[in-house]
């Protein structure tokens, strides 16, 4: 399977199953998109009519070209990982990240809120020290011979259980090296509680930090609001500064959510540029169609075009020497996540689980207070097995929409979570996910071509 696309001035041909990416010229780029559908001098003749001054010998070395790169394995290669994709998941599995819900509170009141304003739709909670401990002995417990485990604090807003925070990574420290594991923490916070003491504990524990902030004022403080119903902007933003400033601009994402009410997204990536945040992510709401913040089928040409610029636009900054990274261009197409990732996706339900207060398990923190996907708790373990094997056959092969995909081996099948909430199986497809993903995949793999070109 190839995949053809035009971005930026660049003829892109992507060799689907062997991760091989070729830049061409348009001779090249219509002979490989007839290549397998036409016999030679149907292809011939079709090229001579378009080119009139390409001659018939350049056309058959092209020909030739393509064929060579075929029998090369790297042009019209054969899918080899359809079977392996149920094989691979049938294998035991080791959990190796626990997402814990430290706060089921938060001191804001964002609309969009998939936690129900940190609730989960229940009770507002806050995980205790015993809880917490126990989680970091059930990671050990469960992670086999895997030595580095991961544990992120979330919410709510963790920062609001900030002590027990550093509790739990003060006792996990205490006990990775009789065990032979080691932690690594990441923390996920609004901002509002952001202080140096929260600095100081980050910049030592936590191997990244995620801090939300939606971008322009006006945008942010719309749906990301106090619970006095003001606007969060003023607040956070000198936090964050302050923060990223101690922290050496590095291991960490500034994070926003764009909605139908900001389908120019990059506006309010530029603008987190301005305020010297380098290192940034922006994600498209998921929420009820019926909301009318979500997004709209009518607003994909304009993301479309707004991934674009963003694209072009980080390639000029680059070359100007001052970088940005968007985390969906994030792109390794040398290396980049074996063959087992890349069939098997985030590992939700298998090898990752989130933490009540209480200390359920859920799949994800998306499916945190939904009875049918409560899988066990830290104490007796996983329990509900038929779940659980779903999510080991939760894969890009286990979905018939994503069979003839080109960019099914980059996204694993997708968010289960999202696909769940959009079809009611975690086996289903988010479409409007999906169309958004392939545009963010050809944007960055553009990228890649365009530097290396340079």
Known sequence: MVHQFKLNGYNIVLDVFSGAVHAVDDVAYDIIGMYENNDKQTIINTIKEKYPDVTEEDICECIDDVESLKQDGKLFTEDEYADLAFDFKKKNTVIKALCLHIAHTCNLNCEYCFASQGKYHGERALMSLEVGKRAIDFLIENSGTRRNLEVDFFGGEPLMNFEVVKQIVEYAR????????????????????????????????????????????????NLRKTVNGKGSYDIIVPKFQHFVQRRGNKGYYVRGTFTHNNVDFTNDIFHMADLGFTELSMEPVVCSPDDPYALTYDDLPKLYEQYEILAKDMLRREKEGRPITFYHYMIDLTGGPCIYKRISGCGSGTEYFAVTPWGDLYPCHQFVGDEKYLMGNIWDGIKNKE???????????????CKDCWAKLF????????????????????EYGCKLFKKRMECAIMMQVAKSLK
């Open 174 to 221: 205490s006990v990775e090296k009789e065990h032979n594991k080691n932690f690594r923490f990441t923390l996920t916070t609004n901002g509002m509680l952001v202080d140096d003491d929260v600095i100081d504990f980050a910049n030592k524990e936590c191997h990244n930090v995620v801090l939300s902030l939606d971008g322009r004022k006006e945008i942010h403080d």
């Open 387 to 401: 779940k659980q094997d779903e999510f080991k056959l939760c894969n890009a092969y286990a979905r018939p929409e």
């Open 411 to 430: 996204c694993s099948g997708g968010c289960a979570a999202n696909a769940y909430h959009a079809t009611g199986s975690i086996t289903g497809v988010y």
